[in-house]
Structure formats: structure tokens, C-alpha cells
């Protein structure tokens, strides 16, 4: 191959990688692999039972690329009832041949394809032995034994059952990846990145080498404090103690797992996505250990947005709710590492089957953008032959992404929203001020609740283990009070150093102060590295104390002296503040704090990188995120910390817009900023003067034009399209409606309709009236709204609040035509389908489960409201 021809191909190559990969080179067969856009949402694509074929593969990769995704994550999964003999065997040949057919056609589409290591969940399967399978401790004649725990692998593919792997052992997890060096690895195509699911190994807490590794690690022998190790009463010991065994756990996840499989990954040419949550370990460590660290949102975050619906059959306190603090955890490796993709696993059990809107899945995405989530993945969407009758195939946990789903002829609007914010997210930097140290010793010094008596670090319940610690309370208060913030590890604090700019990490990403919370146990090594950095400049501040004992039991007393030293050493060095009043500390250093966040709006902020000037961005560009996940804000008068000129960018409509401002009383520059509830923007500040307005112009933008025109007219509704159209034709409806209704209280059909009515009526304009724009607000639409006035298309309202704007000259004097076809969800359709056809749920293993993982059985549920509910209104509006 001549020089430049390889030079091109290594060029297009690096600009397709999602991050660095430890140095590591990565086999030039990598080309081969179909990147995909990551700028779009991926999404899980089980594969159940393998039961796939070339031909289905395409059509579907086909409406996948239509629709606005990105790529697809296939994990093989259990099977379909009375296709057994469609099932291809797992990592045979003709899985390999589809498989590579998948890659090749995804690279013709511009969609990348991930890949599960193994089948179901967590790793394990067929000729895991009991040698290499996951262990528990048990107290046999005296002495800590290892035992197997007997975990099965969760939802494998047929053929794919047997015991999980022991994830604290490098030899075990190197002997699994064997099976992938004789198979996968010899196809020709390649999947961008392999991936592991969250670490769901439940009662295991040892492994063969336990003490020997504890021994060579704590510089003791565990069987010297049995006695202390077996005590439950939280005696200093036993505390000292299983600090150290948790610490020994941590580090053989680390290096017995993650960094093997990582390492693995790479000669093979692959990535790695990893869900570190719920290991028994340092999250920050483990996301760090991978190329994409991946989060995940797991059922509804209660988001107090006016309209925002909440399945109330989930159960909060056994499935808990998504939380920020959490998510960060992902993101904060990546930050420090480089990572330039952050994923999740999103929108799992937001609601119940067929029950899931448009208008509930972006504010969820929306918290996990602010929390420095940039690659979403859905849960998700299941193969399903086109050819199988509606709903199709359906995977145990809903929400359901797919060409079955009611909400598919919309989804590439939520697409190109998700794809419009990640573009920019992806290509821009973080720009936070805080790095927030995480205390983990204090944690192992609590009871454990999970399983096998170990600390599992889970996105669930964070209430359990994250937000009682004075880490999480502090956490809160500087989201609360608008500071941006990451995490850092004892480990990761090696990597700093300190420059003119402030504390700097190897990714290059600058910090101005490491916040330490309210503290206890520290290890003497973690001490000493914050006194080198404060030798060296960087700002400390400790929240209320300096930690006074040391972690870990061995030579603690002189541990803790040398602790209490450096304590001392600390607090006489000048950079070095240990605090009463943390938040006035904050301030007289001057770190940046966006004071309007205190009134519920939630943010990332984040600086200009590489490809931002193709944006449209300037080099100089700090580039805001803005989320109203709340009800407390609506639109006001806002001081930015970043200085310049600010424009509005709405990822919703694509439309920029400059910011008027004004000198506030304290002299700094206010913006006026308009997000209503349930509303997001960029806005970015770039090197210039702000659009400075006179007094008057200020009444004009902070108030509304004019009165609301009021729709005094009736509507008349008729079903035009149902969807799906087997099974509904004998559903009509036409009626004339004096004020909006729900449409399932017309009929007592009509509460078995799922599809598209439309809803039309007309609007009279007086003569001389007419405004520059108006606003149309639907109030509330159940579920989507495509909107024509006078025959032309408006445009779609598809999440809270309902509303389009009328540009100038679309309504004229007179009477109006308003088409409004709202489409509603498939749930009243299936109250009737599941008794008509109940042989549609045909799954093995969990089959098909409700929200409370109940057996499914839709003919008990009411009918959900459906249709434009209203109340509709016109307002006039300035254009601002």
C-alpha cells in the first residue's frame, strides 16, 4: 500500500475512534468496523433467540437508519416460543455470517453495531466451570473457604446457559474471553465496541486467591482478624478491617476484571463500554478503566413539570428513580480521562408496556445530558421479523423504540432533537471549576445491604448508600447553588498536577479547587498527595474538619499519626482552607457559581473543542446546556458567570437567536432568558458585546404583546388513521365537539382506539390584528399533535410544553382553518388485543412482565386519555 493511501486510511480511522485507548495501538482491521454516528441515539437490540436472517436484518438496519439512530447495541437474549428452529446457535458460524452481514450493512447505512460479551447478563454461560465461577466466602472448620455461589447467567440466548464468571479473577476472566479469541475474532467484521452490562453478581465476595492477594495488598494476614472480619457490632476492628477487605474487593474488580477486559478488547480492535454501577468498588475507578463509561436511567425521575405523567403502578422503593448525582459518577471518569463519549442505557421501565409518550423521554434525556451523558443508547428495541403481526416481538422490560411502537412515526423528531444536543456536547469540553473527593473509606465503614454483605455502588437507590453520606448532602448543595462539578478517586489523584490555570488532569481538562467533604477515614497516601499538590498551588478546601484517623487496619496507629500530621502540615499551608462555611470559601476564591440554578434550573456548562467552528461556534466559546426540569422558573433576567455575547441555539427548532441584555443593578450583564417547564436550550457566550437594550425595548421582550385570542369555535373529531389497522376497522368516530374531550369518554369504542383523530376547527382573525407571531399552545395533547393552518403544515408538538409559533403572515384577517391530528398511544388498543389474542406474549424465560414484573395482562387496565385535550389558545408575541 503506498504511504499516503495508508496515511488517509490511518487519518479516517482516528477521526472515527471514540476516544484514546491507553496508548495501546489498535489492529489497522478496525477500519473494517462500522463507526456509526454517535451523534445520534443508539439503541439495544436484543436478539432473541439469535432466531435472525440476512434479509431482516437489512430491512430492519433500513428503518433504523431512517428513522435518525445512530447504531445498535445486539445483545443475544432468550428466545421466541415456536421458532426453536430458527435459533442460530450463539458464536457458530452462521452466527458469525449474520453478525458480519450486520456490520457490513450498518457500515453501507452509516449505523455502528456494539456487541454484548457473552449472551444475557452478567458474563457467563457454557464451559464456565465451577473453577473459574463466581465464589462466596464461607466459614468452614475454622477457615474463610471459597464456595460457588451457583449465579446463573439472567436471560441468556438458547444454548447460552451456565454459571456467571468470577469477576474478581484475572485468570477466570481471561479463560471466558477464550471462547471470543476462537471465534469472533477471526470474522472479518468487527463490532466498534463490546460491552458489559451492569455488574449484577449477586452473593459474590471472594475468589480462590483472596487471602493471598489480601495479604500481598493490606500487609496482613486476613485469618490473623477473623475475629474481627466475622464481628457485625462495627467495633473499631471490624471497621479497620473490612475497610480493608472492601478495598481488596475494589482493587481485584480493577484488575481482575476491568483492566483485563479492556486490555483484551483492545488487541482485538475493539472498545469497551462498561456499567461499572453496582460493583463493589470505586465507580470512578472503573468508569476509568474503560473507553466509554455508561450510565443508566432506570424508571421515572419524577420531574415536577407541569403535565409530565408518571406510571404510578412503578414502585419507587423497590425499583427506586434516576438520580444526577449518580450519573455523574460515569461522567466525572470520562472528564478526567478524556473520554469523549459518555453513554447510558436510557428510558428503562420509564412506564409500562405500550404506555411510554415522546413527552416523557425527553426530560429523562435531558437529565442525562446535563449530567455529561453525550452517546444515548435506548432500552430499547427487540429484532421482530416484519412479517410477525403486531405488537411483534416484545423484550420483558419495557420501553419499546421500535416500528411496533405507537410513537415510531415520531421518533426521528426525538432523534434529531437527541442527535442536535450530542453534536454539540461531543465536540465541546467540561468546564468545571470543583473537583468533589470521594470519601469511599467512610462508606465501607456503614452496614452493606446488598447481598453477600458488600458494598453495591447502584444507580437505583442512591438513597441507600450515596445521598446519607456527607459526599452526596454536599453534592446536592453545589448542583443546588450552581457550581459544576466533578468526582475524583484516591487513585485518580495521582494523575493531577498543578498549573498557572489551575489543577489540571491528564486529559487536559482544568480545575480551580478540590473540595474534600466532611471526612473521617483517609488513607495517609491520599493525604500526602493533597499536601504535594498544595506545595505545588493547588487550592483545598476541607469541608468542616481534616480527616483524623486513617483508613485501613494495618499499622493504623502510626497511620493516623502520620494522618493528623499532615492535617497539620495542611492547614498551615496557604492555599489550604478548612472551611465552617464551605459556599463562602467557594465565593472569596471566586469559583464560578451560575446563581440561577438556584431556581431549579439545571445546567452542564462546557468550552469550545475540536469541530465546534464547523458549528458555527466561535474558538472562544463557553457553551451552556440549560434544562427546566422544574416549576419554579419561567422566564427572567439571569447573570451568566461567562462574559460576552450570548446566543440562544433551540436543539427543538434549530433556530439561534441573540440574547438582549442589561446592566443589572450590581453592574454585571443580565440576559433575558424564556424556558418554560419542561424546556431546554443552548446558550453560548462568545467574545463580543452583549445586544444591550434600552428600557422600553426591556417592557417589550418581558411582556406579552397582547391578549390571548380565544378559540370560541367548536371542533369537530373523526378517526382518520388507526395504527395499528388490523383488528380496528369497525372503529369509527365523527363527531362535533362544543369544548375539548377526551376522546375515549365519546364512545365506548372509541376507548379501544389507538391511532391518529383529527381535530379541526376554525380561528377568526380580526381585521388589523394580525401580529408579527403568534404562540399556539395545545395545552395538554395526549400524545402528539401535527398541526396544518389553512392546508400548510406548522409543525409537530411532541413534548411539554405543547407548543408551535405562528411566524408572521400565516394566519390572516378572517377565518383560519386549524388541523390538529393528534395520534395517541397503543395501550386502549391493546386492552382489547391481550383478550382477543393472548397467544402473542410466546416468550421463554420471564416472557412478558408489567411494571411491578407481574405477569402482562392489559384487559384489566381503564382506557387512557386520548386526544387534544386542550385548553388551545393564541397569543400574540413580539419576535425577541
Given at each position: 500500500m503506498k504511504h499516503t493511501q495508508w496515511a488517509s486510511l490511518l487519518l479516517i480511522f482516528w477521526l472515527c475512534l471514540p476516544g484514546p485507548v491507553s496508548g495501546q495501538p489498535v489492529p489497522a482491521k478496525t477500519i473494517q468496523q462500522a463507526k456509526g454516528n454517535t451523534a445520534r441515539p443508539w439503541t439495544y437490540w436484543w436478539w432473541m433467540g439469535n432466531a435472525v436472517n440476512a434479509s431482516d436484518i437489512t430491512h430492519q438496519l433500513e428503518q433504523f437508519a431512517k428513522a435518525g439512530l445512530g447504531g445498535v447495541h445486539i445483545i443475544p437474549i432468550y428466545g421466541v416460543k415456536g421458532y426453536e428452529t430458527e435459533f442460530v446457535p450463539y458464536l457458530s458460524d452462521k452466527w458469525l455470517a449474520v453478525f458480519g452481514h450486520t456490520v457490513r450493512e450498518g457500515r453501507r447505512l452509516g449505523l455502528g453495531v456494539d456487541l454484548t460479551t457473552g449472551t444475557g447478563w452478567p458474563f457467563g454461560g457454557p464451559g464456565v466451570s465451577t473453577a473459574i465461577a463466581a465464589k462466596e466466602w464461607k466459614l468452614i472448620d475454622g477457615k474463610l473457604t471459597a464456595v460457588p455461589t451457583k449465579q446463573q447467567v439472567k436471560r441468556p440466548a438458547p444454548g447460552a446457559q451456565g454459571s456467571v464468571i468470577d469477576y474478581f479473577s484475572k485468570q477466570a476472566v481471561e479463560q471466558y474471553l477464550l471462547r471470543f479469541d476462537s471465534t469472533l475474532a477471526h470474522s472479518p467484521q468487527q463490532p466498534r465496541a463490546?460491552?458489559?452490562?451492569?455488574?449484577?453478581?449477586?452473593?459474590?465476595?471472594?475468589?480462590?486467591?483472596?487471602?493471598?492477594?489480601?495479604?500481598?495488598?493490606?500487609?496482613?494476614?486476613?485469618?490473623?482478624?477473623?475475629?474481627?472480619?466475622?464481628?457485625?457490632?462495627?467495633?473499631?476492628?471490624?471497621?479497620?478491617?473490612?475497610?480493608?477487605?472492601?478495598?481488596?474487593?475494589?482493587?481485584?474488580?480493577?484488575?481482575?476484571?476491568?483492566?483485563?477486559?479492556?486490555?483484551?478488547?483492545?488487541?482485538?480492535?475493539?472498545?469497551t463500554r462498561n456499567q461499572a454501577h453496582g460493583s463493589p468498588g470505586n465507580l470512578i475507578d472503573l468508569y476509568s478503566a474503560t473507553d466509554i463509561p455508561e450510565t443508566e436511567s432506570f424508571g421515572s425521575s419524577r420531574f415536577p413539570i407541569p403535565g409530565l405523567r408518571v406510571d404510578a403502578n412503578y414502585e419507587v422503593d423497590r425499583f427506586g428513580t434516576p438520580n444526577p448525582l449518580a450519573m455523574k459518577f460515569a461522567s466525572s471518569a470520562a472528564h478526567l480521562m478524556g473520554k469523549p463519549l459518555v453513554s447510558s442505557e436510557t428510558g428503562t421501565w420509564l412506564a409500562n408496556h405500550f404506555q411510554v409518550s415522546l413527552s416523557q423521554i425527553k426530560p429523562q434525556v435531558d437529565e442525562l445530558l446535563v449530567s455529561g451523558i453525550n452517546h444515548i443508547f435506548y432500552h430499547g428495541i427487540p429484532y421482530s421479523p416484519p412479517a410477525e403481526n403486531w405488537p411483534g416481538w416484545s423484550f420483558y422490560a419495557s420501553t419499546n423504540y421500535g416500528p411496533n411502537s405507537h410513537f415510531w412515526p415520531h421518533l426521528p423528531l426525538l432523534n434529531q432533537y437527541i442527535e442536535r444536543c450530542q453534536a454539540r456536547l461531543q465536540r465541546s469540553k467540561p468546564d468545571n471549576d470543583v473537583l468533589v473527593y470521594f470519601p469511599i473509606h467512610d462508606l465501607w465503614t456503614t452496614r452493606a445491604k446488598s447481598a453477600g454483605g458488600i458494598h453495591q455502588l447502584e444507580v437505583h437507590h442512591v438513597e441507600r448508600w450515596l445521598l446519607p453520606q456527607p459526599f452526596g448532602r454536599l453534592c446536592e448543595q453545589l448542583a443546588e447553588r450552581g457550581y459544576a462539578f466533578d468526582y475524583i478517586s484516591d487513585e485518580?489523584?495521582?494523575?493531577?498536577?498543578?498549573?498557572?490555570?489551575?489543577?489540571?488532569?491528564?486529559?487536559?481538562?482544568?480545575?480551580?479547587?478540590?473540595?474534600?467533604p466532611k471526612t473521617t477515614y483517609i488513607p495517609a497516601t491520599t493525604l500526602g498527595l493533597l499536601d504535594k499538590l498544595a506545595q505545588q498551588g493547588a487550592r483545598i478546601i476541607f469541608d468542616g474538619q481534616l480527616p483524623q484517623q486513617a483508613a485501613g487496619f494495618h499499622d493504623h496507629t502510626a497511620q493516623t499519626a502520620t494522618v493528623q500530621q499532615l492535617g497539620q502540615t495542611l492547614r498551615k499551608r496557604p492555599v489550604v482552607t478548612?472551611?465552617?462555611?464551605?459556599?463562602?470559601?467557594?465565593?472569596?476564591?471566586?469559583?464560578?457559581?451560575?446563581?440561577?440554578?438556584?431556581?431549579?434550573?439545571?445546567?452542564i456548562r462546557k468550552r469550545q473543542g475540536m469541530g465546534l467552528k464547523q458549528s458555527g461556534l466561535s474558538a472562544d466559546t463557553t457553551q451552556y446546556f440549560i434544562t427546566n426540569l422544574n416549576n419554579r422558573f419561567h422566564q427572567g433576567w439571569v447573570t451568566l458567570s461567562a462574559t460576552g455575547r450570548v446566543n440562544r441555539?433551540?436543539?427543538?427548532?434549530?433556530?439561534?437567536?441573540?440574547?438582549?441584555?442589561?446592566?443589572?443593578?450590581?453592574?454585571?450583564?443580565?440576559?433575558?432568558?424564556?424556558?418554560?417547564?419542561?424546556?431546554?436550550?443552548?446558550?453560548?457566550?462568545?467574545?463580543?458585546?452583549?445586544?444591550?437594550?434600552?428600557?422600553?425595548?426591556?417592557?417589550?421582550?418581558?411582556?406579552?404583546?397582547?391578549?390571548?385570542i380565544a378559540l370560541k369555535n367548536p371542533w369537530?373529531?373523526?378517526?382518520?388513521?388507526?395504527?395499528?389497522?388490523?383488528?380496528?376497522?369497525?372503529?369509527?368516530?365523527?363527531?362535533?365537539?362544543?369544548?375539548?374531550?377526551?376522546?375515549?369518554?365519546?364512545?365506548?369504542?372509541?376507548?379501544?382506539?389507538?391511532?391518529?383523530?383529527?381535530?379541526?376547527?376554525?380561528?377568526?382573525i380580526p381585521a388589523g390584528a394580525v401580529a408579527s407571531a403568534?404562540?399556539?399552545?395545545?395545552?395538554?395533547?395526549?400524545?402528539?399533535?401535527?398541526?396544518?393552518?389553512?392546508?400548510?403544515?406548522?409543525?409537530?408538538?411532541?413534548?411539554?410544553?405543547?407548543?408551535?409559533?405562528?411566524?408572521a403572515n400565516r394566519l390572516?384577517?378572517?377565518?383560519?382553518?386549524?388541523?390538529?391530528?393528534?395520534?395517541?398511544?397503543?395501550?386502549?388498543?391493546?386492552?382489547?388485543?391481550?383478550?382477543?389474542?393472548?397467544?402473542?406474549?410466546?416468550?421463554?424465560?420471564i416472557n412478558i412482565v408489567d411494571i411491578r414484573y407481574k405477569p402482562f395482562d392489559a384487559t384489566r387496565w381503564d382506557a387512557v386519555p386520548s386526544g387534544l385535550l386542550g385548553p388551545v389558545t393564541l397569543t400574540p408575541t413580539s419576535a425577541r
Open positions: 463490546v460491552y458489559n452490562d451492569s455488574y449484577e453478581v449477586y452473593g459474590a465476595n471472594w475468589t480462590d486467591t483472596f487471602l493471598t492477594e489480601f495479604k500481598a495488598r493490606r500487609g496482613y494476614d486476613l485469618n490473623s482478624q477473623l475475629t474481627a472480619f466475622l464481628d457485625t457490632n462495627q467495633t473499631e476492628t471490624s471497621i479497620l478491617v473490612h475497610q480493608d477487605y472492601h478495598q481488596t474487593l475494589s482493587e481485584l474488580l480493577l484488575d481482575g476484571f476491568a483492566k483485563p477486559w479492556d486490555n483484551w478488547a483492545h488487541k482485538a480492535g475493539y472498545r485518580l489523584l495521582k494523575s493531577l498536577t498543578v498549573t498557572k490555570q489551575g489543577i489540571r488532569t491528564i486529559s487536559g481538562a482544568t480545575y480551580q479547587v478540590i473540595v474534600v478548612v472551611s465552617t462555611n464551605l459556599f463562602q470559601t467557594l465565593n472569596k476564591l471566586g469559583i464560578r457559581e451560575e446563581t440561577w440554578a438556584a431556581q431549579g434550573l439545571s445546567f441555539y433551540d436543539p427543538l427548532t434549530n433556530s439561534t437567536s441573540a440574547l438582549p441584555a442589561r446592566k443589572g443593578k450590581d453592574g454585571k450583564v443580565e440576559v433575558y432568558l424564556s424556558l418554560e417547564p419542561g424546556q431546554s436550550c443552548f446558550l453560548n457566550v462568545s467574545s463580543g458585546t452583549p445586544v444591550f437594550i434600552n428600557t422600553a425595548a426591556q417592557k417589550r421582550v418581558t411582556r406579552p404583546s397582547g391578549a390571548s369537530r373529531i373523526q378517526f382518520v388513521r388507526p395504527n395499528p389497522e388490523q383488528g380496528q376497522a369497525a372503529f369509527k368516530l365523527s363527531a362535533t365537539l362544543p369544548t375539548l374531550a377526551d376522546w375515549t369518554t365519546l364512545s365506548e369504542s372509541a376507548g379501544y382506539f389507538s391511532g391518529t383523530a383529527r381535530y379541526s376547527t376554525t380561528v377568526n403568534y404562540l399556539l399552545d395545545l395545552g395538554d395533547v395526549r400524545e402528539v399533535a401535527d398541526v396544518r393552518l389553512n392546508g400548510q403544515p406548522l409543525g409537530t408538538a411532541w413534548c411539554i410544553p405543547f407548543r408551535l409559533t405562528i411566524p390572516k384577517a378572517g377565518d383560519n382553518k386549524l388541523e390538529i391530528d393528534v395520534t395517541n398511544l397503543s395501550a386502549n388498543y391493546m386492552r382489547l388485543y391481550d383478550r382477543q389474542n393472548p397467544g402473542w406474549k410466546k416468550f421463554y424465560d
